[in-house]
């Protein structure tokens, strides 16, 4: 074995990491925040009766759901800039993730409008509520325990597919961060080794936050 | 006509470049598979202890970005010296990161099953191992058949971060010829139609399986 | 008993002597009847594909020199600019013909053999963007491909000049640094004067042209493999000076540069 492992060098970056670190959970929050909006608005899209609406939505989440990642953020980037709209690296990343949260999320809360039995929503219009009123008071928060699962999986996979940015020429990240590093000095198992340990952090802090948030919000 | 540079050759290049795609899809869910079925049943049947072990093992491969598995693994063979090529790197990394979820899978088919029914075929007299193979694995198997489509599905798109350590899969291919001749809209919609066009019949068949399936219930 | 002492004696002779038959790079390579080399196809004409996207150019075409005298086939591993030193490190390339600057903080990481190709750095930039000259970069949106020499460069000097307007952008592959800036996402970058050449006369970019000379010192490039091959290394010290020497360098030169080949020593040390 003729390596030496140099930590020192790691070590002393890691500040730097930890700041493209936090670039990376705004990244992935504010791609949820754009997917989960998107995403209802095409669940409701694929269950309306406007044939167009029904297409524009079909489309988007099959072509979310049957190419890889990496290529929406590539196809956002280059594909785009071809026809004279040019998208930096971070913004191509946020809307090709965003893209692709959009296109699952709607599969997940198809399925959860799906499980909330009709009966419910008949039920509370009968008891006198508006249905804008009977939607937020009765609908919803049983949608949310439905949804809540698939949700902070969505929010984990964001997390992780931030690490594509790097491919785009992004170098704001974690990974695009690592890679600069690693770029100068080649020292590729230490940085990388201390970036995987900060996504795993990440991840689990995630992880335990929405196990809490749900052990609150669904005690009955 | 269209005035372009892209011929048949690119289209050939590019269809090389799914082969590659598919072949790692293929080696990643063969290994996957087996490793996650046999993790899955023994989360299923073990103590609390080796669960809770084995599942902080598997986790790691969740929480990790693949791209990061993979230049890590790449990295680590090289520093112990070990002489095989990227592309078993990327088999067994692809393998590891689909038994983690394989497991998972495999595990809540197996908790799927309604602990009476293994219960009433033990007291009919099956052994252990009978009532695993003819009771646990047809319920079993109908419950995980989606997700483990699903996660198929999951592993082909994967595949093509594999480009970072210089593997030519159909998206590294299609970057080739968009730096040949500078017209990445149209090969780039090519090489998503390719992925479509592979990825729809899986999910289709899964869906069609979910739905069979169902219907005995 | 006796056989079992014997088996044992032998087993440990073999330990104790490893250490002196242990082959290097160099035998390796040989025996293996495969010469891998890292070589960088997204930038002409060192390194390209043709119509059939089979690897052409300088690079390449020294590479097959390579392995034909050492009696191997040669193998093209593609690796984009800044994956040149992390595939040789890791075991995918033997060799790097890819164009590489020798710079002393690569040189802490692998070995590096005497200079086969020099470059001189010009600015390119696209029609309209108006810019003539190194000087006026200052303020401008810049860009060019992480971890190179030039890259380096022109990120210090955007850095010195401070210029609210002026940035600098780092990219993963030369072929995005070109996309960029016909796409106007960068207004020039600084790359060598034969790529900027071949760049422009293949037309595949719209409207790029060059934009007057870079002040920075000759980029001498070399053969890179992993640092303490030794025996590797003076192989292809001996392999450089016989291409020169033989004629053939310049045959490469002008088949896909044009002219002759550039000065490859430094007047006054002996390297």
């Known amino acids: 074995m003729g390596y030496t492992f140099h930590w020192h060098q790691a070590l002393e970056a890691l500040p730097a990491m930890l700041a493209g670190a936090l670039v990376t959970v705004e990244t992935a929050l504010l791609s949820m925040v754009i997917g989960v909006a998107c995403g209802i608005g095409l669940a409701l899209a694929r269950n309306s009766d406007n044939r167009l609406a029904r297409g524009f939505a079909t489309t988007w989440v099959e072509t979310a759901r049957n190419t890889p990642a990496l290529f929406q953020i590539y196809m956002t980037y280059f594909g785009l800039g071809s026809l004279g709209i040019f998208i930096d690296s971070y913004p191509a990343l946020l809307i090709g993730i965003s893209f692709n949260n959009a296109g699952y999320l709607a599969e997940t809360f198809r399925g ?19 249905a804008p009123q009977a939607f937020r008071l009765v609908v919803l928060p049983q949608l949310l325990r439905t949804v809540f699962h698939p949700l902070t999986n969505q929010m984990v996979w964001a997390i992780l597919m931030t690490s594509l940015g790097v491919v785009v020429g992004l170098n704001t990240d974690l990974t695009g961060v690592t890679q600069e590093l690693n770029v100068r000095t080649f020292r590729t198992f230490e940085f990388f080794a201390m970036a995987a340990v900060i996504y795993y952090a990440i991840t689990k802090i995630v992880t335990l936050s929405a196990r809490l948030v749900a052990a609150r919000l669904f005690r009955y | 006509m269209i005035e372009t540079d892209f011929s048949t050759t690119d289209l050939l290049f590019m269809l090389k470049g799914a082969g590659m795609t598919l072949t790692l899809t293929f080696w990643a869910m063969l290994g996957g598979t087996l490793l996650g079925l046999i993790l899955g049943v023994l989360r299923a049947v073990s103590p609390w202890w080796i669960n809770a072990a084995l599942g902080a093992v598997l986790d790691v491969f969740r929480s990790i970005p693949l791209l990061i598995q993979f230049i890590l693994a790449n990295s680590i063979k090289s520093i112990i010296g070990l002489q095989v090529s990227a592309f078993e790197v990327a088999c067994v990394m692809l393998a590891l990161y689909t038994s983690a979820y394989c497991t998972e899978i495999v ?21 252990y191992w009978q009532d695993m193979r003819h009771i646990v694995f047809p319920i079993a198997l109908r419950v995980s058949l989606p997700s483990w489509t699903g996660l198929t599905l999951g592993v082909l798109k994967d595949t093509s971060l594999v480009l970072w350590i210089g593997i030519v899969e159909l998206l590294r291919a299609s970057q080739v010829i968009v730096t040949r001749i500078q017209e990445p809209l149209l090969v780039l919609a090519i090489c998503g139609l390719i992925y479509f066009l592979i990825s729809f019949p899986i999910s289709r068949l899964g869906a069609y399986l979910e739905t069979r399936w169902r219907e005995y219930d | 008993m006796r056989l079992h002492a014997l088996a044992a004696f032998a087993g440990a002779a073999c330990l104790l002597l490893s250490p002196l038959v242990q082959a290097d790079k160099l035998d390796d390579i040989i025996a293996s009847g495969k010469l891998r080399c890292a070589v960088v196809l997204d930038f002409p004409p060192m390194g390209s594909r043709d119509e059939k996207n089979e690897p052409i150019g300088f690079d390449v075409d020294t590479c097959n020199d390579l392995a034909k005298a050492l009696g191997v086939k040669a193998e093209i591993v593609e690796t984009p600019f800044p994956d040149r030193i992390p595939a040789l490190v890791s075991n995918r390339a033997d060799v790097g013909v890819a164009s590489t600057s020798d710079t002393l903080q690569r040189a802490k990481t692998i070995g590096f053999s005497i200079p086969y190709f020099a470059f001189k750095m010009v600015v390119l930039t696209k029609k309209g963007a108006n810019i003539g000259s190194y000087a006026s970069l200052k303020g401008r949106k810049t860009g060019s491909v992480t971890g190179t020499f030039e890259a380096i460069a022109l990120e210090k000097d955007v850095k010195k000049w401070n210029d609210p307007k002026g940035s600098f952008r780092a990219y993963q592959t030369q072929a995005d640094v070109f996309l960029a800036l016909s796409q106007g996402q960068i207004e020039a970058t600084v790359v060598t004067s034969t790529v900027a050449a071949a760049t422009v006369k293949a037309g595949k970019y719209k409207d790029l042209m060059m934009g007057g000379d870079a002040p920075y010192d000759i980029d001498y490039v070399s053969l890179i493999t992993l640092r303490q091959e030794f025996g590797f290394i003076n192989y292809l010290n001996l392999f450089v000076n016989q291409q020169v020497r033989t004629g053939r360098a310049q045959e490469l030169n002008a088949k896909w540069i044009g002219g002759l080949l550039p000065e490859l020593t430094i007047k006054g040390v002996y390297y």
Do not use: C, D, K
């Not at chain 1, 959860?112 to 508006?130: D, E, I, K």
């Not at chain 2, 809540?108 to 009433?120: C, E, Q």
């Open chain 2, 107 to 127: 595990r809540a088919g197996v908790l799927a099953v309604p602990a009476t029914t293994r219960r009433a075929g033990r007291s009919l007299g099956l052994t």
């Open chain 1, 112 to 130: 959860g409008l799906r499980a909330v039995p009709p009966t419910q929503m008949r039920a509370a219009r009968s008891l006198g509520m508006s």
